[in-house]
């Protein structure tokens, strides 16, 4: 396994479409290597997801782990004590918005280092996409963890967080962040 290196904001990979992943060449060794190496990767960096631009892939592959250490964590599908860490590989992923009604949080991105930025986005999300082993799933997401999952899939139209900001007051260094901002 290797860790891969991170492309930062104005890398043009961030903000290039990705290519769809031919379903023969998932169980591929390479292809399993590769999202071994994303999930180190975003494991490194403790970061809450990984898509494959963000390492210099333009592939439609995400990868996100469900941990505890997050404030939002009530909204994390099986997330309880019993339960280890949840790692989904999402393949060429397409999304549905199922509401209108949007929840906002503070994203921050590998890609974006430093920084945070208060982003609303719809609040629940149908998503069908291949698993690791090129199985079709299919799940719907809320709170948190439907903007986790957008946030991911905009890196594979090129788009990053701070595109979908409506208030550029709420961009915040991560200590500007810490003392003004962050919630009790
Ligand atoms: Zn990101």
């Known amino acids: ?30 292809f399993q290597k590769f999202l071994q190496d994303m999930v180190e990767t975003m494991r490194e960096h403790e970061g809450l997801g990984l898509a494959a631009p963000q ?28 339960e280890p860490p949840k790692i989904y590989v999402f393949i060429n992923p397409e999304i549905k918005p199922l509401t209108k009604e949007t929840n906002s949080y503070w994203e921050g991105c590998l890609s974006v280092p430093g920084l945070r930025g208060l982003v609303s986005r719809p609040g629940k999300v149908n998503i069908k996409y291949l698993d690791e082993n090129g199985k079709k799933c299919e799940l719907t997401a809320e709170g948190f963890f439907a903007t986790i999952l957008q946030h991911e899939f905009d890196h594979l139209d090129g788009k990053l967080y701070i595109d979908r900001m409506t208030d550029m007051t709420k961009l915040a260094f991560d200590a500007e962040f810490e003392k003004y901002w962050l919630p009790d």
């Open 1 to 30: 396994m290797a860790i891969l290196k991170i492309a930062q904001m104005g890398n043009p990979i961030l903000r290039a479409v990705a290519k769809p992943v031919q379903e023969s060449e998932i169980k591929t060794k390479d």
């Open 55 to 82: 390492v210099h892939h333009s592939i439609r592959v995400s990868v996100i782990e469900m941990r505890k250490s997050n404030p939002d964590e009530q909204d994390y599908p099986n997330n309880n004590d019993k």
